[in-house]
């Protein structure tokens, strides 16, 4: 599985999506978005032991006045502590 940014075109995808951390692998097949996320990634801040990481893969559209959004999210956890979910992004400081 690699980069192929030409499917966004070919699938008609928002032209304002964008990548904030891009995954090595990641691939659009049958209108699904599928990445193989690397190792020891993950969004964490300030947390009681110091450990702090912001390097994980997101699919980002830009939005400023009020939104909505529905998603499905399916994913095969390997590890432990495995995530897949919907991000809200302000900044590195405030995120959920």
């Given amino acids: 599985m690699k980069a192929m940014t030409e499917n966004f075109d070919k699938l008609k995808f928002d032209k304002s ?31 009681y032991y110091g450990f702090q990481v912001m390097n994980a893969p997101s699919l980002v559209k830009e939005r400023r006045n009020v939104f909505s959004i529905e998603i ?5 956890s390997k590890n432990k ?13 405030f995120w959920i």
């Fill in 17 to 47: 999506l964008f990548w904030k951390n891009e995954p090595k692998n990641w691939c659009i097949k049958n209108n699904s978005l599928t990445i193989e996320p690397d190792a020891k990634i993950d969004y964490w801040q300030k947390t």
């Fill in 72 to 76: 499905e999210v399916a994913f095969d």
């Fill in 81 to 93: 502590y495995d995530q897949a979910g919907l991000l809200v992004y302000i900044n590195d400081e």
